[in-house]
């Protein structure tokens, strides 16, 4: 997550600060920043008036993707956003599942539609509110209840974790200040908030007992974090207790609570899903392990990987093992899915290959990346095997906003690295690249499994490529391939949305949709939506639409010196039709799951698709028209993909 | 001020209502208008019907074209039935419902038929609305 646009003051302590940069007034609600969506326009006409009079701050927007946009160009320029189901250019749900996972703002809905089937839908897409049309103003004059709702989770965990301590006293102030004052701060915020005062602390040289060095989670300190709370009892395990039991000198308190408000969102989300991947778990484990160990230390060398990445990966890796020794394999997975916001790349699905074998290959891949993890995470996904991708993506699927904000919240906090905050959050989020794999802020917060989704989505783009690579180039990965891959996972994801989802869309989302729907059946549409946004994110020069994910071989291919996350959507770009064929065995033959592909389209899509035009706006008039042409291609290739989908996991 | 035109602009909203043209939204959009929009209810009244023209027209092409496609009708009214409830208009909405019911049933004729009533009611309360803006307008001045 980037750090907050706003000027948040740590050290004041005052919780009226925190708004001073927003310039938020202090009466809350007054000037909730609302966005609202619809495309009836009369509708919006009346929503916009009625929110005027209830004293909040409207925006208004006719369609989902340019609201998409909107939210990603202001990060942290809403509180809360509105949205109608049925809307032409994008289903609401999805526009739903985007901003839960990239913004972790709260998302309501709204139609003319009582039905329960959709109110249900709306539901566990993570809405927190479903209005019925037609909307009255009593309706809209408690939706601050949601914004307040949201970042009363994040303190309420802090909380428990008892972080509060000398140095972190400044947060309980912010606590009551914040809900009564920072409305207008979004939980992302919040999280933001907290993470930048853990920050704040390292660089200050807090000499306050919170000062926590960056904490990356090995295997090894994951597994005593798992035996510690299976002593305890998950529900007794407070960081407290927890720390005292894993002694480990240098470890905080605060350390231990963001991780266990991870983990338990993992378990949590394990209890939905069938454990029957627990064994791919496992062998996940491994590879994450065998990341931990190799990757983080290059990836921190290059700095190209956010710390939290590594921690992530790192704690994702631990948790794998730990599982396999608690036999809980699910849990583990989704919290690597947690864990791996960073670095969605990384496949935890991947089977149980040897650790040395994961680590050799991340290694490689490592080798001459000067950016994000991403290779690293093709390796790693590469290697493994198909394996709970599906699993991943269907815990992950299940949480969106909320677990995502709390996941961001938490991941914040423990682990920011200090390298990349800002750019870790940009890029990994918003790049779609090969898959959306850079997510950071965004992945964190929507929650691991949202992440993980993405990550398997779009890793299945990127292991296509990565296969490939790694067969022949070893640090490179083949243009070729990166675009057929790309192209193919983009396939008629692609085509529909590459024109309305490429701004905002985000090889995250589809990832995520993925699994739900690999679970449920679902159509597979919403990879369209990532294929957008990451290469919106790059034509707007955000860096934070962009997306570190693209593997930095292919950036070094494409000789893109500048920003890399552009560069990496861009550059990937050589989605021949001919390669998808290639690319389409490889995958097929290396990750059935992530036959998937749809999510992962639309990240490499994108990367393939643009040669190496560094102009936005040409590169958008490029993938859009070789999402048309490759339509065709794609499609076929897409259900080809489907039917992967029947391979057993 | 006219008090007798006063009233019976009053006189006229309460037929409106009475009659079942309109409903409680109409009070909610009533209730919108101040200072700055005092005008409100007809700006969105007009853009309603601006705006619902071309859902109409793609109802009626669906209707002569494709007049089994029950669910992409069901879906068009769904649609314009949304946005007939946001102004309020009861009666508009009450044709919508029956005409998902014929789509639901698969009754192509009746959903024809309803249609027709359908846009009877839209020219209706747009006659009445419009009679009763330049009533109040009148009323006002």
């Known amino acids: ?649 | 001020m006219d008090r007798n035109l006063q009233r019976q602009v009053a006189n006229m909203r309460k037929s409106l209502f009475d009659q079942g043209y309109l409903d409680e939204q109409f009070i909610q959009l009533e209730d919108l208008r101040d200072d700055a929009n005092p005008n409100f209810v007809e700006e969105i009244v007009t853009l309603f019907y601006t705006d619902s023209a071309k859902l109409i027209r793609n109802i009626e092409n669906a209707l002569e074209n494709n007049p089994s496609d029950f669910e992409r009708l069901d879906d068009y009214m769904q649609q314009f039935k949304g946005r007939s409830s946001s102004i309020g208009a009861k009666k508009v909405k009450t044709e919508c419902s029956q005409f998902r019911e014929y789509c639901k049933a698969g009754n192509a004729e009746g959903c024809i038929r309803t249609f027709q009533q359908l846009k009877q009611e839209l020219a209706t309360l747009r006659r009445k609305l419009e009679t009763y803006f330049e009533m109040a307008r009148q009323a006002n001045t």
């Not at chain 1, 007034?25 to 929503?47: E, H, K, N, W, Y």
């Open chain 1, 1 to 649: 997550m980037s750090m907050p646009s706003c000027s948040v003051s740590y050290n004041s302590g005052d919780g009226a600060s925190w708004n001073s940069g927003d310039g938020v007034s202090d009466q809350f609600p007054v000037g909730l920043r609302v966005l609202v969506v619809d495309d009836d326009p009369t509708c919006l006409m009346i929503l916009e008036k009625m929110l005027r009079n209830c004293l909040y701050q409207v925006t208004k927007c006719n369609r989902a993707e340019i609201a998409l946009s909107l939210l990603r160009e202001r990060k942290n320029g809403f509180d809360i956003v509105l949205s109608d189901v049925h809307m032409p250019d994008m289903d609401g749900f999805k526009l739903l599942e985007h901003v839960g996972l990239e913004m972790d703002l709260p998302v309501i809905m709204m139609s003319a539609d009582d039905s329960k089937q959709v109110v249900m839908k709306g539901v566990t897409h993570g809405a927190c509110d479903y209005l019925i049309k037609p909307v009255r103003i009593e309706a809209l004059r408690n939706i601050w209840q949601h914004v307040v709702r949201k970042r009363k989770d994040v303190w309420k965990d802090f909380e428990q974790s008892e972080i509060i301590e000398d140095g972190e006293r400044k947060q309980k102030p912010l606590e009551d200040t914040d809900f009564s004052s920072s409305a207008n701060e979004g939980s992302c915020r919040n999280s933001k908030r907290q993470k930048e005062e853990d920050e704040a602390e390292e660089d200050r040289d807090d000499t306050s007992t919170l000062k926590k060095p960056r904490v990356v989670w090995s295997v090894e300190l994951h597994q005593q974090f798992v035996a510690a709370v299976n002593q305890l009892g998950i529900d007794k395990a407070v960081p407290k207790k927890i720390l005292d039991l894993m002694n480990v000198p240098g470890l905080s308190r605060e350390n231990v609570a963001s991780h266990l408000q991870k983990y338990r969102l993992y378990l949590k989300r394990l209890s939905a899903v069938s454990p029957h991947h627990s064994g791919l778990n496992n062998s996940f484990v491994d590879s994450i392990s065998s990341l931990n160990g190799l990757d983080l230390q290059a990836l921190a060398a290059t700095g190209q990987l956010p710390a939290q990445s590594i921690a992530t990966l790192q704690a994702a890796a631990a948790l794998g093992r730990t599982s396999t020794k608690s036999g809980i394999s699910i849990p583990f997975v989704d919290q690597r899915n947690l864990f791996s916001f960073e670095t969605p790349r990384l496949r935890f699905g991947e089977g149980p290959q040897p650790q040395t074998s994961n680590n050799n290959k991340q290694i490689n891949l490592l080798h001459g990346i000067p950016t994000t993890m991403e290779p690293r995470q093709l390796a790693v996904l590469h290697q493994s095997q198909p394996r709970p991708q599906i699993l991943m993506n269907a815990q992950a699927t299940s949480h969106g906003s909320q677990s995502s904000s709390s996941l961001s919240q938490l991941s914040q906090p423990q682990s920011r690295p200090q390298i990349l905050n800002d750019a870790n959050g940009n890029h990994l989020s918003k790049g779609m690249g090969s898959g959306g794999f850079a997510r950071n802020e965004e992945v964190e917060k929507n929650a691991g499994a949202a992440v993980y989704n993405r990550v398997s989505q779009p890793t299945s783009m990127v292991d296509f490529s990565i296969p490939q690579k790694a067969d022949f180039l070893g640090n490179n990965f083949p243009l070729g391939n990166n675009s057929g891959v790309s192209s193919i996972t983009s396939k008629g994801v692609l085509q529909q949305e590459v024109n309305s989802e490429m701004k905002g869309s985000r090889g995250f989302i589809p990832s995520y949709d993925i699994f739900n729907e690999l679970h449920q059946q679902r159509s597979h549409d919403w990879e369209i939506g990532n294929v957008g946004p990451s290469f919106d994110a790059s034509r707007r020069g955000n860096r934070q639409g962009n997306i570190n994910v693209p593997p930095s071989i292919l950036v070094q291919q494409q000789r893109f010196s500048s920003c890399q996350n552009d560069v990496m959507n861009r550059n990937t770009s050589v989605g021949n039709s001919p390669n998808l064929g290639q690319l389409r065995d490889t995958l097929l033959m290396n990750n059935p799951q992530i036959v998937k592909a749809e999510n992962l389209p639309a990240a490499s899509f994108q990367n393939t698709i643009f040669p190496e035009q560094f102009n936005q706006e040409d590169l958008m008039s490029a993938l859009l028209e070789q999402q048309e042409g490759i339509g065709p291609v794609m499609n076929d290739f897409a259900f080809d993909g489907y039917s992967l989908d029947n391979l057993p996991i």
